[in-house]
């Protein structure tokens, strides 16, 4: 079996200082790359503009009805020259990098004019040809592509480039007939915008580390302040609470209160615990008065179960008499149990075994059970016939019986020569008679209303017989009526078979197998009735 995981304890003030700060940062970072990338946008579209519109103005001032004559002859003149000087002079005032007009094809760039002075990298004059030795074939294919088609983008930002990180722009130049004649671009650093971008990012991180330092001071202060301590104040309090000895310390208990105005649900917290600690005061000050009284019931009940197994006789050897042999027991569902079972010589020939089951459970059971036995005996040794044995029991019960308790009675009177009886039945459950060579009968003759019950109840006396070796079994209900986790009862069938299966012909062993069988049966449903037994054997 796996240990449970133990859980770390960390501090609410701890819990809300690092949750706050991970949001505080969060927020930060999230406005620093916003921020960020507004005014990264704002400057590339203002870097376009500025560069486009160059090279706008550049392309302007080529002679367009010469360039097909400057680049078959590779002549010049006043106007290519002061193409060229216009062109080193738009680049070096407005910081461009390169300005240069050329004529695309498959394998490089032909050069036609540039802003790149004398003595400069990347100096280059009318006619040179520049091929993959000094472009990479898709700056060539960009541009045979720019040339060709005239939707295609005019403004591009590379920054893995041998020349750097570049923003340029283009722009085709075309014939009267409408032919592209030449591609004039300009390529204008980026490292400016990286360091603009540099700075903005410290300036926007330092204030917002600022703001950031103040609300979480602001925060925490307000949290600690009306949240924090306040609940402190109750965890302190419950904890001085818990580790409390109650009986030692019951008056600090009571006079605990905690003093939280916050105005909020923290308030309504301290004042339910306040309202909690006084009402566990009270609860321990009755549970305290309750238990004793309990205790004292249960003492009480102790001594009951006491007296009413000494009213069982437990007795069941009569040394000087061998024409018989017999058991009984009895297990109480509660403390004290509503059953009852009795015997007795009546005279030297005849013997009496009776068996009860009292409706109801506990004490008030117990009582009338004690009555019923009483009166019983005392009718038998009077020697009265059997059914009017019960039929003055039932009269001398029902009086004074405001609960109105009645009892399940069996009478039997035997004659310990004969193995003749005579017996009565006030609607108890049937006697088992075991047979000596194994079989298994019901007792069955003419059946009374339960005595106690009607007090005008009259009650019919049967006669039956038993062989020598043949056993009288009795039982009460809480057998046949026992029942499991399923709901089925025992049932009267599971009972005779059981008494049928058994070899041995024992009556002490007999009612030990029915109690195991009971209980198995049962499985974990707990006992719901009292279960009594008595057993007479006719011995030969």
């Known amino acids: 079996m796996k240990e449970p995981k133990s859980i770390r304890r960390i501090s609410l003030k701890t819990k809300f200082a690092s949750a706050s700060m991970i949001l505080a940062i969060l927020l930060c970072v999230i406005i620093v790359l916003i921020s960020y990338f507004s005014y990264r946008d704002q400057m590339f579209k203002r870097y376009?503009?500025?560069?486009?519109?160059?090279?706008?103005?550049?392309?302007?001032?080529?002679?367009?009805?010469?360039?097909?004559?400057?680049?078959?002859?590779l002549q010049t003149d006043a106007d290519y020259d002061r193409l060229v000087e216009q062109f080193q002079i738009i680049q070096e005032q407005n910081g461009l990098k390169y300005l240069y007009a050329y004529v695309p094809t498959a394998d490089g760039l032909t050069v036609f004019a540039q802003g790149?002075?004398?003595?400069?990298?990347?100096?280059?004059?009318?006619?040179?040809f520049l091929g993959t030795d000094y472009y990479p074939q898709k700056d060539i294919d960009s541009a045979n592509n720019l040339f060709a088609n005239p939707e295609a983008p005019k403004t591009y930002i590379t920054n893995d480039s041998e020349f750097g990180y570049l923003i340029s722009a283009f722009d085709v130049i075309y014939d009267d007939q409408g032919q592209p004649l030449l591609v004039v671009g300009a390529d204008?650093?980026?490292q400016d915008i990286n360091q603009t971008l540099n700075t903005y990012i410290m300036l926007v991180s330092s204030i917002?580390?600022?703001?950031?330092?103040?609300?979480?001071?602001?925060?925490?202060?307000?949290?600690n302040r009306s949240i924090i301590d306040p609940l402190q104040v109750i965890?302190?309090?419950?904890?001085?609470?818990?580790?409390?000895?109650?009986?030692?310390?019951?008056?600090?208990?009571?006079?605990?209160?905690?003093?939280v105005k916050t105005g909020d649900e923290i308030e309504i917290l301290a004042e339910a615990f306040n309202k909690m600690t006084s009402d566990i005061i009270r609860y321990i000050?009755?549970?305290?008065?309750?238990?004793?009284?309990?205790?004292?019931?249960?003492?009480?009940?102790?001594?009951?179960?006491?007296?009413?197994?000494?009213?069982?006789p437990r007795n069941f050897e009569y040394p000087d008499r061998n024409e018989f042999t017999l058991y009984a027991s009895m297990r109480a569902a509660k403390d004290v149990g509503g059953d009852f079972y009795d015997f007795f010589f009546v005279d030297d020939d005849h013997f009496c075994i009776t068996i009860g089951d009292v409706s109801g459970k506990g004490v008030p059971a117990a009582l009338f059970m004690a009555m019923a036995k009483a009166t019983v005996k005392d009718l038998v040794l009077r020697r009265l016939p059997v059914d009017e044995v019960m039929t003055e029991?039932?009269?001398?019960?029902?009086?004074?019986?405001?609960?109105?308790?009645?009892?399940?009675?069996?009478?039997?009177?035997?004659?310990?020569?004969?193995?003749?009886?005579?017996?009565?039945?006030?609607?108890?459950?049937?006697?088992?008679?075991?047979?000596?060579?194994?079989?298994?009968e019901l007792l069955t003759g003419k059946k009374g209303f339960v005595c106690a019950g009607m007090e005008t109840a009259k009650y019919k006396m049967n006669e039956s017989k038993i062989e020598k070796g043949d056993i009288i079994y009795?039982?009460?209900?809480?057998?046949?009526?026992?029942?499991?986790?399923?709901?089925?009862?025992?049932?009267?069938?599971?009972?005779?078979a059981l008494v049928a299966s058994k070899e041995k012909h024992d009556i002490k062993s007999l009612c030990a197998d029915i109690l195991a069988d009971v209980d198995q049966f049962a499985d974990t449903e707990p006992q719901f009735d009292d279960i009594t037994m008595l057993g007479f054997k006719f011995e030969e």
């Open 208 to 223: 917002a580390a600022l703001i950031f330092i103040l609300f979480i001071s602001t925060y925490l202060l307000f949290l």
């Open 474 to 496: 009795l039982y009460t209900d809480g057998i046949p009526e026992a029942n499991n986790t399923k709901s089925e009862f025992y049932g009267l069938d599971r009972l005779t």
């Open 188 to 190: 204008m650093s980026m």
């Open 48 to 73: 376009d503009n500025n560069i486009s519109s160059l090279v706008h103005t550049a392309a302007a001032l080529v002679p367009d009805d010469k360039v097909n004559q400057y680049l078959e002859t």
């Open 116 to 128: 790149t002075k004398p003595g400069d990298e990347g100096h280059f004059v009318l006619g040179n």
């Open 393 to 440: 029991a039932n009269v001398n019960l029902c009086r004074n019986n405001e609960q109105g308790m009645f009892v399940t009675l069996l009478i039997a009177i035997i004659n310990v020569k004969t193995g003749v009886f005579q017996w009565c039945d006030a609607g108890h459950d049937p006697a088992i008679i075991w047979k000596k060579d194994g079989s298994v």
């Open 285 to 312: 000050n009755e549970l305290t008065s309750v238990t004793s009284e309990r205790e004292r019931i249960e003492t009480e009940l102790r001594i009951a179960t006491l007296i009413q197994e000494g009213m069982l």
């Open 235 to 259: 965890v302190d309090n419950a904890t001085d609470f818990v580790n409390t000895n109650l009986d030692e310390n019951l008056g600090q208990i009571v006079a605990m209160n905690i003093d």
